[in-house]
């Protein structure tokens, strides 16, 4: 921090976060509740306990669980029917970011995004990480006469992408776990009902499939099978494939994003007899992710 404190980079921030913070919840963008004075005392103890950690996952989950916090406050709005979703989000976590220690937050985001193993940023962690980077870059640029929008500035996704193109580039310099990870895969169509399974480089598709038809209580997993999504096209992977090096091997070969979805063998999606899914949206994406993360780190509270 000493050095962010020589370039003056510290209280610059600081400044542009009281000076946005004169500004009124309209005139941040924000539409759907906020936390009360209780919810931000909530956060900020998440905040601090995300500050305290060491580890880069211990800090995601902190993170995430502000960010369900968030949402939480969102939804309470009077008469408010239909859930908020990722677009809404934005302002929302902008307001609760200017009631925060924003210079010990700013710390985090980026320890976070140099440290975190490259292919954990392809999951919620990852969207929700640069989320915040995103609104930490805003409000480090802020300007009075600026409008505030509910969508990341161009500016800010030209920074992602720059950090995003050298950690994929130069894996070696990141903290790194080849033993063990998380792989993210979803029901159907990529981004739905995503679910977090632990595997390491060994496990099989197959394996990752009897997982997966437990968590989604698949009644015929013999007709499902792991799908691997790069770009338009989409593979189905034979059981004794092995998920985790493919996912490697395609980060380092700088290829499109890649995903994994659980489905139908035969891509014929099923009428009845599964679980009800709400229609995917951003904001059952993002409690789905969630409800995983905390079946996950529930013992850490």
Known sequence: MDFRTRDG???????????????????????AGVPDGAGLERIQAKLGLLHQAYSPKKKETQML?????????????????????ADDFLPVLT???LNCDVVSVQLDVEYMMELMDPGQLQGEGGYYLTTWFGVLYHIAHFQPAAMVTSQISIEAQHSIHQWHRRRTIHPHHAYRSHSQSILYVS??????????????????????????AKKYGIPDPEAYGLFLVLGDSSQLLADDSHPQRLRSDILQAQAPPVSFIYKPKSGTLPAAGLPSLQTPNSSTEAQESFESMETRQSTED
């Open 9 to 31: 980079s510290s209280a610059q921030l600081r400044e542009r976060q009281a000076a946005m913070n004169r500004q009124s919840l309209a005139e941040l963008g924000v539409v």
């Open 65 to 85: 669980k502000v960010c369900k916090l968030i949402y939480e406050a969102m939804n309470q709005t009077a008469g408010q029917t239909e859930p908020f979703g």
């Open 187 to 212: 029901l159907h169509e990529p981004f739905h009902n995503q679910k977090s399974i632990s595997t390491s480089t060994d496990t099989t598709a197959a394996s990752i499939c009897k997982v997966c």
């Open 95 to 97: 307001y609760v970011l």
